[in-house]
């Protein structure tokens, strides 16, 4: 039992770039989160998916896209990467409590 | 817009001592409260979660919830210096969601 997964751990990316972020668990959960956090910001949400075949912009969606794929697969995609998006993003599940991934530590240049 | 509050720290507390730490919440609507632990470079991780007034124990730590007063409490008995880590507070929206609005965490550091 893995529980959240995330794919990569590390990425740098140029400015322009894309790059998807993948996150799956294991742990049978309707309802996923993808959040970022930046020092003395705290977590803030970007994208939720209460349930399969649903998403929902949270609190900075902007330049940011994602895909509920299955009940398992939740990516979040940087359509053109800018340096304001570098961060640590984390990926969520919950059914009662809500559980990480171990992040990824993105970079933009 | 749905606030939590918690204090930034860094609290330092002595190997053995109570640590103490704080939370208030503005949506008077909320549900569930949560405490997580994150060590440096680590992703948080669950301890405890309460749901009603009162306390709530799991070992060392113990939860406090007043939602008359807004506040949320985590106490760390006997605190050990692997304690030591930011502690962030979470609060469940009353959105059919339920998405987590997280305070901004508060830095603990326990000396040996």
């Known amino acids: 039992n893995a529980g959240v997964t995330q794919t990569p751990k590390f990425q740098v990316l140029k400015t322009g770039q894309s790059m998807t972020l993948q996150c799956a668990q294991d742990?049978?959960?309707?309802?996923m989160y993808w959040y970022r956090q930046d020092p003395g910001m705290g977590l803030r949400l970007i994208y939720y998916s209460a349930s399969e075949g649903t998403t929902d912009k949270g609190e900075v969606p902007n330049g940011y896209n994602v895909s509920r794929l299955n009940k398992r697969e939740f990516s979040l995609r940087l359509e053109s990467a800018a340096p304001s998006q570098t961060s640590v993003y984390f990926c969520?599940?919950?059914?009662?409590?809500?559980?990480f991934g171990p992040g990824t530590r993105l970079t933009v240049t | 817009q749905k606030e939590v509050e918690q204090n930034s720290g860094p609290l330092s507390v002595p190997e053995g001592a109570i640590a103490s730490l704080n939370c208030t919440y503005s949506?008077?609507?909320?549900?569930?409260f949560f405490w997580y632990r994150q060590y440096s470079g680590k992703s948080p991780e669950l301890i405890m979660s309460i749901y009603s007034n009162g306390d709530k124990e799991d070992g060392r730590f113990t939860a406090q919830l007043n939602k008359a007063s807004q506040y949320v409490s985590l106490l760390i008995r006997d605190s050990q210096p692997s304690d030591s880590a930011t502690y962030l507070c979470a609060v469940s929206s009353s959105g059919s969601a339920r998405q987590l609005t997280f305070g901004s965490g508060t830095q603990l550091t326990v000396l040996p």
């Open positions: 949506d008077r609507g909320s549900q569930s």
């Open positions: 742990m049978n959960h309707n309802s």
């Open positions: 969520a599940s919950k059914h009662y409590e809500q559980y």
